[in-house]
């Protein structure tokens, strides 16, 4: 299956991307959004959508194939780990989530269609609309392809025209995802324009920058804040800046089956998507005084992590991630020799995986690709001075606990900054609704017009 070119992103790598192209796809964004897409229900749209999400689910569907078959190539995972990673997502679309999130995010589900009042608003003699920008630029990440699909579909409800900018090669699943789309309902696809650059590239961002009424990004803080100085005032900004993730293990859950569970779910979240994204664990805290000590866990995730890599390969990395991975084996290696706080695992002849035990439970910031930190903890409350940090850049923490502690301990990580406590084996599959970095992924988007009426 060949694509047509029918964004700039499918035309041939020598041909160039200039800033009247840029300019001009952007205005032709503008005018296809008032034709096709500002009057489009959004009970029309939730169908759509949630058609795609049962066409990318079908094994069958000439997209997936395609997707599974160059995206390993494209995007360094391997076919295995995108099939599970793209299931995770489009099992999320469905009608009655995509409902749920706009009735959550907006307070009703027809708020973007017409101004109507919520029963609260109603009492007060009110009621509003929300607005979603006319052309929505979002600057997209180039590790992990999930999150870009949702920033298109967060675009597409709000009724947005978008532009969507993708890192140099990291175009080919946004892409089939809009070429979908355009199969289904050609003229809502025309709402979309998909091209790729370096980075930091003003030739092109500054006719890109102001033809924007709002602009998303995710990426490094020093990117965000670059994009940041180069947007007319006028214009909002969305970033996403690094996060990272960890997870917790209650001593209650370190014997017999729970602790083969845990086990499971702590090497699950090390496998998605190989570890990267913001939401991948770096350190697991143990509880000691459990059935099973700490180092005892971590040499048993390392058993379970060489099991892995029997059934589901991690795949080739770059020579420079390869050799930053080889350099931190060395150094913990050389700390283990003289130190029995401090213990090493890896994976024989290659970097597919590794774990580091160390009785001090100080945060320590892993280099991906499978490398992970167990450590020690007497309760959470000393984790949590451990990782003060960074404390603020914490996106997600996976909590394996006792029904008992859950709560409490979930109350606690929230007073402390978590963003989204989860059980540790759903650390990268969040839920349609999530509320990413702790703000409402959709309300976000939109402007409010509120009707105050006669009482």
Request: glycine residues 6%.
């Given at each position: 299956?060949?694509?047509?070119?029918?964004?700039?992103?499918?035309?041939?790598?020598?041909?160039?991307?200039?800033?009247?192209?840029?300019?001009?796809?952007?205005?032709?964004?503008?005018?296809?959004?008032?034709?096709?897409?500002?009057?489009?229900?959004?009970?029309?749209l939730?169908?759509?959508?949630?058609?795609?999400?049962?066409?990318?689910?079908?094994?069958a569907?000439?997209?997936?194939?395609?997707?599974?078959?160059?995206?390993?190539?494209?995007?360094?995972?391997s076919?295995?780990?995108?099939?599970?990673?793209l299931?995770?997502?489009?099992?999320?679309?469905?009608?009655?989530?995509?409902?749920?999130l706009?009735?959550?995010?907006?307070?009703?589900?027809?708020?973007?269609d017409?101004?109507?009042?919520t029963?609260?608003?109603?009492?007060?003699?009110?009621?509003?609309?929300?607005?979603g920008?006319?052309?929505?630029?979002?600057?997209?990440?180039?590790n992990?392809?999930?999150?870009?699909?949702?920033?298109?579909?967060?675009?597409?409800?709000?009724?947005?025209?978008?532009?969507?900018?993708?890192?140099?090669?990291?175009?080919l699943?946004?892409?089939?995802?809009?070429?979908?789309?355009?199969?289904?309902?050609?003229?809502?696809?025309?709402?979309?324009?998909?091209?790729?650059?370096?980075?930091?590239?003003?030739?092109?961002?500054?006719?890109?920058f102001?033809?924007?009424?709002?602009?998303?990004?995710?990426?490094?803080?020093?990117?965000?804040?670059?994009?940041?100085?180069?947007?007319?005032?006028r214009?909002?900004?969305?970033?996403?800046?690094?996060?990272?993730?960890?997870?917790?293990?209650?001593?209650?859950?370190?014997?017999?089956?729970?602790?083969?569970?845990?086990?499971?779910?702590?090497?699950?979240?090390?496998?998605?998507?190989?570890?990267?994204?913001?939401?991948?664990?770096?350190?697991?805290?143990?509880?000691?005084?459990?059935?099973?000590?700490?180092?005892?866990?971590?040499?048993?995730?390392?058993g379970?992590?060489?099991?892995?890599?029997?059934?589901?390969?991690?795949?080739?990395?770059?020579?420079?991630?390869?050799?930053?991975?080889?350099?931190?084996?060395?150094?913990?290696?050389?700390?283990?020799?003289?130190s029995?706080e401090?213990?090493?695992?890896?994976?024989?002849?290659?970097?597919?995986?590794?774990?580091?035990?160390?009785?001090?439970?100080?945060?320590?910031?892993s280099?991906?690709?499978?490398?992970?930190?167990?450590k020690?903890?007497?309760?959470?409350?000393?984790?949590?001075?451990?990782?003060?940090?960074?404390?603020g850049?914490?996106?997600?923490?996976?909590?394996?606990?006792?029904?008992?502690?859950?709560?409490?301990?979930?109350?606690?990580?929230?007073?402390?900054?978590?963003?989204?406590?989860?059980?540790?084996?759903?650390?990268?599959?969040?839920?349609?609704?999530?509320?990413?970095?702790?703000?409402?992924?959709?309300?976000?988007?939109?402007?409010?017009?509120d009707?105050?009426q006669?009482?």
């Amino acid at each position: 299956m060949e694509l047509p070119n029918y964004f700039i992103a499918d035309l041939p790598p020598e041909a160039p991307v200039t800033p009247l192209l840029v300019r001009e796809a952007c205005e032709t964004l503008r005018r296809n959004r008032q034709a096709y897409l500002a009057a489009r229900s959004t009970p029309r749209l939730i169908r759509v959508l949630a058609g795609l999400a049962e066409d990318w689910l079908n094994p069958a569907s000439p997209h997936r194939r395609l997707a599974l078959e160059r995206g390993p190539q494209a995007t360094g995972f391997s076919a295995n780990t995108l099939a599970r990673g793209l299931d995770a997502f489009f099992r999320q679309l469905s009608p009655e989530n995509l409902r749920a999130l706009l009735v959550q995010d907006l307070g009703h589900a027809q708020r973007l269609d017409e101004i109507v009042p919520t029963p609260v608003e109603l009492e007060g003699g009110r009621a509003a609309i929300a607005r979603g920008p006319e052309l929505l630029v979002q600057i997209a990440a180039g590790n992990v392809p999930n999150p870009t699909l949702m920033s298109m579909v967060l675009g597409l409800l709000t009724h947005s025209a978008q532009f969507i900018k993708c890192a140099r090669g990291a175009s080919l699943l946004p892409r089939l995802f809009a070429h979908s789309l355009y199969e289904v309902e050609p003229k809502l696809a025309a709402c979309l324009e998909i091209a790729e650059w370096a980075g930091g590239d003003t030739a092109l961002e500054t006719p890109l920058f102001e033809a924007a009424d709002c602009v998303t990004a995710t990426g490094s803080d020093e990117t965000l804040a670059s994009i940041l100085q180069r947007l007319p005032a006028r214009v909002r900004f969305l970033g996403y800046g690094h996060r990272l993730s960890f997870a917790y293990i209650t001593r209650e859950l370190l014997a017999g089956s729970s602790a083969s569970r845990v086990l499971s779910d702590t090497a699950d979240a090390l496998c998605a998507w190989n570890q990267l994204g913001c939401l991948s664990p770096h350190v697991v805290y143990v509880e000691t005084g459990g059935a099973l000590m700490p180092e005892e866990f971590a040499a048993a995730l390392a058993g379970e992590l060489a099991n892995r890599e029997q059934e589901d390969p991690r795949g080739p990395v770059p020579a420079e991630i390869a050799a930053g991975i080889a350099a931190r084996r060395d150094f913990y290696e050389v700390r283990a020799a003289y130190s029995a706080e401090t213990r090493l695992w890896a994976s024989k002849g290659s970097t597919a995986w590794t774990v580091v035990y160390e009785a001090d439970p100080l945060f320590a910031v892993s280099c991906l690709h499978r490398f992970v930190f167990v450590k020690a903890a007497p309760d959470l409350a000393a984790a949590l001075r451990a990782a003060d940090a960074v404390r603020g850049k914490v996106s997600t923490v996976g909590l394996a606990s006792a029904e008992d502690r859950a709560a409490s301990l979930a109350l606690e990580l929230a007073r402390w900054g978590a963003g989204r406590v989860c059980p540790i084996g759903r650390m990268q599959e969040p839920p349609l609704a999530w509320r990413h970095d702790g703000r409402p992924a959709l309300a976000d988007l939109i402007a409010w017009t509120d009707w105050e009426q006669s009482v």
